[in-house]
């Protein structure tokens, strides 16, 4: 009994919280540093740029974007979630002050003869009585061991977390808004390459056809022509297809009834890309920028506040009670001194000796803080890694199109000899074909590195974890502006 009475007077006297105090986990040297891959030439090591769509300056790309940051439902979830988050820390404040109730009360009671101790006068079978009363009970937790404090802290670090699950949220869709966009614009852009191989490959056949009907030609070399003609032909319908499906998702990304097709985006024809040099930074801005490191090490955070709570769980709980009231059998009588009645005390309450249940709980609670810290570090090696991805095939497809510019170039001149070489009767109608067929194959892959291009760089954007600093509020679209649908 002695120790326990210097232990709670030590613990009053100390004002202590008991369990592990947090301190933000140390990272890799090697993960402040610049990026280990080679890149390319057309990123630096500036400061990367928080608004990165503005970057392919395309007013439509910015004002979906926009439309996107403020309307798309993923987003709203994260914000409500954050304003619950709010709510939960509210009440755990709440917590470090008294609880009171209030009551107030009026009873009309009769008591019969037969329930009275001694004769009650002839004639009276019973005994009625009013009673008036005003009550007003208190109590107070005595945070001796921080179960509340900790209880704050927790509550506190999942507001964090929240907070920064609603920027990731913000990159997250900021991100798949831009690639989708440039997906619709680089599958337009496929299609009209797949229109004009038609277009040339059936001007090709028509020419084929005369020259067999005139014994020039033979019949394989007609079918080699339609063959050419027709699977240009069905790329087209293909390439339209995905077009469709990205304006779509684009819709939904805006917050719109997939019906409601954006008309710019519609009537994009271009990838966008970004000509200037992209700045990425390194490895410690990264780091302080993610909004997913930065969401893991809250929770951390809170889930080792956590373990604090489940070890106070182990001593006394101590609470002040009291309460005050007054009571008469008149009402005019409830201010008197005669009707003041109170009581106070403390109330000692402490689950000995059986601890098991405080203590698995315990248990879970260290448990739970060992995971937050693996997916702490698991998200830090998945954001460096990410970035040094993005570089790479950045680096890599702007390799790939330079060749690809280059090899279309080449394609295009082989045709227009070629074609001037049959004219002039120098080369055969299957070498012309054959120069044709070379050239529609370097289009065709030219406009799909475009796109592939304009998807890398709104990748490494999105690694790079910028984008959510100066994001708008987002709110539900009003029905009112809703315009009628358009058909892509």
Not at 14 to 32: E, H, M, N
Not at 74 to 87: F, G, H, M, P, T
Not at 232 to 254: D, M, S
Request: charged fraction near 25%.
């Amino acid at each position: 009994m002695k120790r326990l009475t210097l232990m709670l007077t030590t613990a009053l006297l100390a004002g202590c919280a008991v369990g592990p105090d947090y301190r933000p986990p140390a990272t890799p040297q090697a993960a402040a540093g610049p990026f280990v891959d080679p890149g390319t030439t057309k990123v630096r090591a500036g400061a990367v740029e928080g608004e990165w769509w503005h970057l392919f300056a395309d007013p439509a790309l910015d004002r979906l974007v926009t439309e996107a940051l403020t309307h798309n439902t993923d987003i709203r979830q994260a914000s409500a979630n954050l304003r619950r988050a709010r709510a939960i820390l509210s009440q755990a404040r709440g917590a470090r002050l008294p609880t009171t109730d209030a009551s107030a009360g009026y009873t009309r009671s009769r008591t019969g003869a037969q329930s009275v101790q001694g004769a009650l006068p002839a004639g009276v079978d019973g005994v009625e009585s009013d009673f008036f009363q005003l009550g007003l009970d208190a109590s107070y937790e005595v945070d001796l061991f921080g179960r509340v404090s900790r209880s704050i802290e927790a509550a506190r670090g999942d507001v964090e977390a929240a907070r920064a699950a609603l920027d990731g949220a913000r990159v997250a869709i900021a991100a798949e808004t831009a690639r989708t966009y440039a997906a619709a614009c680089g599958y337009a852009a496929q299609a009209e390459v797949a229109r004009e191989t038609v277009r040339l490959q059936s001007q090709t056949l028509d020419l084929t056809r005369r020259l067999m009907e005139a014994g020039r030609g033979t019949a394989r070399d007609v079918d080699q022509a339609r063959v050419l003609a027709e699977n240009a032909r069905a790329q087209v319908p293909a390439f339209e297809a995905e077009r469709r499906a990205a304006l779509y998702a684009l819709a939904t990304l805006t917050g719109k009834p997939p019906a409601e097709i954006d008309a710019a985006a519609q009537s994009c024809t271009t990838p966008p890309g970004v000509s200037a040099l992209i700045p990425v930074g390194d490895g410690q801005a990264l780091l302080a920028r993610r909004p997913d490191v930065r969401q893991a090490e809250r929770r951390l955070a809170a889930d080792t506040a956590r373990i604090g709570v489940a070890t106070a769980a182990l001593y006394p709980s101590i609470r002040l009670l009291g309460s005050v009231s007054l009571g008469a059998q008149r009402i005019e009588d409830l201010g008197k001194g005669s009707a003041f009645n109170f009581a106070l005390g403390p109330l000692i309450s402490w689950s000995i000796p059986n601890l098991t249940a405080a203590r698995a709980q315990l248990r879970q609670a260290q448990a739970g803080a060992e995971g937050s810290l693996a997916a702490f570090d698991g998200t830090v090696l998945d954001a460096l890694r990410e970035v040094e991805q993005a570089l790479a095939r950045y680096s890599g497809e702007i390799e790939r199109n330079v060749a690809l510019r280059r090899a279309d170039d080449a394609a295009t001149n082989a045709a227009r000899i070629a074609i001037l070489r049959f004219e002039a009767g120098r080369d055969s109608l299957f070498q012309r074909i054959d120069a044709e067929r070379a050239r529609a194959s370097s289009r065709a892959a030219l406009a799909a590195s475009n796109a592939a291009l304009a998807e890398a760089q709104v990748a490494l954007f999105k690694a790079l974890g910028g984008g959510w600093e100066r994001a708008p509020e987002p709110v539900r679209r009003d029905d009112a502006t809703v315009t009628a649908p358009s058909r892509p």
